[in-house]
């Protein structure tokens, strides 16, 4: 489980060690202090640092065979499916905690505590709800199949969304101003504590379900 570990980390580190250099590059171009368009910024980037390691680690792993080795060792599924799930939610965890620490101490970023908090949580716990639906989709169907429906599903979506954006653009209505005013009045009285641990809950349930999923879906 440890190796297990270490393997999959990997990729997180090195995405860790790549956007934030990037974002302090940002921050010293610019000359001046976070604001909120930087913890907007920060909030996305948290998927990509998540994302794109579990999508590469997966991608290993299928094209090495790496479930059909590790069928061959002394490890039961559960316990892959712990170390897949342990790993993603404490680089969340540590992804969002230091955005937070990184905003309370940066110059001029007083006055945004709140929403950085706020901001960072809501993205934290989508993140981890998002890479569970991940992993139980590559355990269902491998992650050859379920990355292709996954490609087709994101094209449906953004050409069904620019359908719908072109009939809102024709009827002028601001759908863009519409949805980001609601976002942020729904991530300005979030309480954090409560979404947290709605979060952990939700991302320990599918945890339950990937383990069953692939202990009855076996290898893929």
């Known amino acids: 489980m440890l190796g ?20 302090i590059l940002l921050w010293i171009l610019f000359g001046r202090a976070f604001d909120i368009q930087f913890v907007v910024i920060a909030g996305l980037l948290l998927h990509f640092l998540i994302y794109g390691p579990m999508i590469i680690n997966e991608q290993d792993e299928d094209k090495s065979n790496g479930y ?35 905003f309370s101490i940066a110059p001029g970023s007083t006055n945004l505590p709140d929403i950085t908090c706020n901001l960072l949580v809501t993205s934290g716990v989508l993140c981890l709800i998002f890479s569970a639906l991940f992993y139980i989709g590559v355990f269902m169907f491998g992650y050859t199949k379920f990355f292709r429906f996954g490609v087709s599903l994101f094209g449906v979506v953004v050409l069904s969304a620019g359908v ?6 024709i009827r002028k209505i601001n759908i863009l101003s519409i949805f ?41």
Not at 4 to 23: C, E, N, Q, R
Not at 96 to 102: E, L
Not at 164 to 169: G, I, M, Y
């Open 164 to 169: 719908v954006a072109q009939f809102l653009f």
């Open 68 to 102: 059909s080795f590790l069928a061959t060792l002394p490890v039961q599924s559960y316990e892959i499916v712990i170390v897949k799930f342990a790993n993603t939610f404490v680089s969340v965890l540590f992804f969002v905690m230091v955005n937070i620490i990184i």
């Open 4 to 23: 297990i570990a270490k393997k999959d980390s990997l990729f997180f580190l090195i995405a860790l060690f790549i956007i934030y250099p990037s974002i």
């Open 180 to 220: 980001l005013e609601r976002l942020l009045n729904f991530i300005d009285n979030v309480d954090t504590f409560i979404l947290s641990l709605s979060g952990i809950v939700i991302y320990a349930g599918l945890m339950l379900t990937a383990i069953k999923i692939k202990s009855v879906a076996g290898i893929k």
